[in-house]
């Protein structure tokens, strides 16, 4: 058994009964299926999300596998993709407790219990609001190459997200007074339960990441000079290179393929 407690956690739940108290943890529930349930809810006064998982069956492991995905079995993955972030100063979540049990992978339970990101909008949203009212060059331009710096970090120290779409980043909205972005304002990625880590990221899902980030900002009014600043900054060649690159036409193809499979539902 791995039991992970911060201070002001560990004030609250003692380690020996800690599994039947998160077990138990009521709240808003924000997803409950596939033996996974996210809950939202206070302790002392303060805000904090859990992901419980009381083991996902051996029927949903083998559904997955034959599917040639790899299963969900417990809060570990996301709970490493955390650290790894932490580790490269990349903005995230914050870990408040984390507790895995059992060999079975079945039937392990685990749990992983994060602060609440207060005042926060996701990219996707305001990607929407820029329809109406867009952004000036230099914020879109700060915020174009933030995005490109995180995918950089974490696709070449090993790390693919899987779920690389711009409603798991957020941005603290202490920008939302004159709508500008800055050198400073924080992204937070988040949503890190499939998250992969290796020794080097396969360049599959190098494509996959940035063709799932590509398609989800379809809708946001970009031209093909901010597209290219992306790949600039992502892989520090000039426009030309990135422009004969096969790895951004791969990025084209796989954004067209998710638009392809929307479409067809």
């Keep these: 058994?791995?039991?992970?407690?911060?201070?002001?956690?560990?004030?609250?739940?003692?380690?020996?009964?800690?599994?039947?108290?998160?077990?138990?943890?009521?709240?808003?529930?924000?997803?409950?299926?596939?033996?996974?349930?996210?809950?939202?809810?206070?302790?002392?006064g303060k805000p904090y999300f859990l992901k419980y998982h009381a083991g996902v069956g051996w029927g949903e492991i083998v559904k997955n596998l034959v599917q040639l995905r790899l299963p969900i079995i417990s809060a570990k993955s996301e709970w490493q993709a955390i650290r790894f972030l932490e580790s490269h100063d990349l903005s995230t979540l914050s870990i408040a407790a984390y507790g895995e049990r059992g060999w079975n992978p079945a039937k392990k339970s685990s749990?992983?219990?994060?602060?609440?990101?207060?005042?926060t909008m996701s990219l996707e949203h305001l990607g929407a609001q820029w329809r109406a009212s867009p952004p000036s060059f230099q914020t879109k331009k700060i915020l174009i190459e933030k995005l490109a710096s995180i995918a950089k970090v974490m696709h070449e120290n090993g790390m693919n997200h899987r779920d690389f779409y711009l409603c798991h980043f957020l941005l603290n909205e202490s920008f939302a007074e004159d709508n500008t972005i800055t050198a400073k304002t924080e992204l937070h990625l988040i949503d890190l339960h499939r998250a992969?880590?290796?020794?080097?990221?396969?360049?599959?899902?190098?494509?996959?990441?940035?063709?799932?980030?590509?398609?989800s900002a379809?809708?946001?009014?970009?031209?093909q000079g901010d597209l290219l600043r992306f790949m600039v900054a992502y892989t520090g060649r000039s426009v030309r290179e990135v422009s004969a690159m096969s790895l951004w036409h791969a990025v084209i193809t796989r954004k067209q393929q998710l638009q392809q499979r929307e479409r067809h539902g």
């Design 218 to 223: 379809s809708n946001i009014l970009l031209t």
């Design 196 to 215: 992969q880590i290796r020794q080097q990221t396969p360049r599959r899902w190098q494509i996959k990441d940035l063709g799932s980030l590509y398609y």
């Design 111 to 119: 749990f992983l219990v994060t602060d609440e990101l207060t005042r």
């Design 1 to 44: 058994m791995t039991v992970y407690r911060r201070d002001d956690i560990a004030q609250q739940w003692p380690e020996a009964t800690i599994f039947a108290q998160v077990k138990a943890q009521q709240g808003e529930v924000f997803r409950s299926k596939e033996g996974r349930r996210t809950v939202q809810f206070r302790l002392a």
